[in-house]
């Protein structure tokens, strides 16, 4: 909870130095300069475009973590609808780069690019997409003629490798919004974000059977027996009881950072400015001392010039 600032703590005008606790209009009264709320001075608009631009990244890279949920269980737990969910996908992993561009583009990323695997979530989503788009390649060339077996198992072990990406990559957001958290001095908002790495890859963990299950019954001349498939539908369900509940917890996560850069940018852009120019003009300069008034250091004799003379 952060307090405001105290009516004793002086607030000097940008412009001219009035103290401003006691103005609530938008312009300074001695010398009209604007304000922003409160008598506060005004964010920069130039602060003002970086912040929308860092927050704007921040909700796209929330928007894609609970879209490459739905999707993912489109994908894997709905055959029938399983060629759209991964074009889908395909958009919201897209949409994922597109979060991440914003922020590298503010150069905000480059300041966690030392903070363990942070440093290497530019290229695993670069690396999601590109494998993204190979699975939708094969699975249009699926849909058109029946593939080659090798072919087959090619597009199985591509679509397993995707959701692995997807999941790590939903790990990392995780430890960027912790990150920008502790640079706000925030704390987490549940002591259950601790669990969250096991939950995230262990849900992602669970759906690996289904589709070797699946990719079996397409390769062998006799299906699986029906309780193996029962069995690896148990475990998928059990998988998307863990995706909601990461997905839950990386939403708040994001939600709890994004609001708390923006208080932390306010109340920095509201914290007495110190008006330099003022200072400046008010600076004494000492007046170099006139010749003959007893300023001048003297100097012990040199015993060779005695000599010399």
Request: proline content about 7%.
């Amino acid at each position: 909870m952060r307090r405001p600032l105290s009516s004793s703590t002086p607030r000097p005008c940008p412009e001219c130095s009035y103290d401003l606790r006691a103005t609530t209009g938008d312009l300074c009264p001695e010398c009209g300069a604007s304000l922003g709320r409160a008598g506060f001075p005004a964010m920069h608009s130039a602060d003002r475009d970086h912040l929308a631009a860092i927050t704007e990244g921040i909700a796209a890279l929330r928007t894609s973590v609970l879209w490459t949920l739905l999707l993912w269980i489109g994908c894997v737990a709905t055959p029938t609808l399983g060629g759209v969910a991964w074009f889908l996908l395909l958009l919201a992993s897209g949409w994922r780069a597109i979060g991440r561009h914003r922020l590298d583009k503010e150069k905000y990323l480059a300041q966690f690019s030392s903070q363990g695997a942070l440093g290497a979530f530019t290229s695993l989503v670069h690396a999601e997409l590109a494998v993204g788009c190979c699975v939708a390649f094969l699975t249009v060339a699926r849909s058109f003629s029946d593939l080659p077996k090798v072919v087959v198992v090619l597009l199985v072990v591509t679509q397993v490798g995707w959701l692995g990406l997807i999941s790590v990559n939903n790990l990392l957001i995780l430890q960027l919004a912790r990150a920008i958290g502790r640079l706000c001095d925030e704390e987490p908002v549940t002591p259950l974000i601790r669990f969250a790495p096991p939950v995230i890859l262990g849900a992602a963990a669970c759906f690996v059977p289904l589709f070797f299950i699946r990719l079996l019954n397409d390769l062998l001349p006799t299906p699986l027996p029906a309780e193996i498939a029962t069995g690896a539908g148990l475990i998928v369900a059990v998988g998307c009881i863990g995706g909601f509940a990461s997905v839950i917890l990386i939403q708040a996560e994001l939600t709890s950072a994004s609001d708390a850069l923006v208080a932390s940018r306010r109340t920095r852009s509201h914290e007495p400015q110190v008006n330099y120019a003022s200072l400046r003009k008010q600076r004494v300069v000492d007046e170099p001392p006139t010749p003959g008034t007893g300023d001048v250091i003297p100097f012990a004799n040199d015993p060779a010039d005695d000599d010399a003379r």
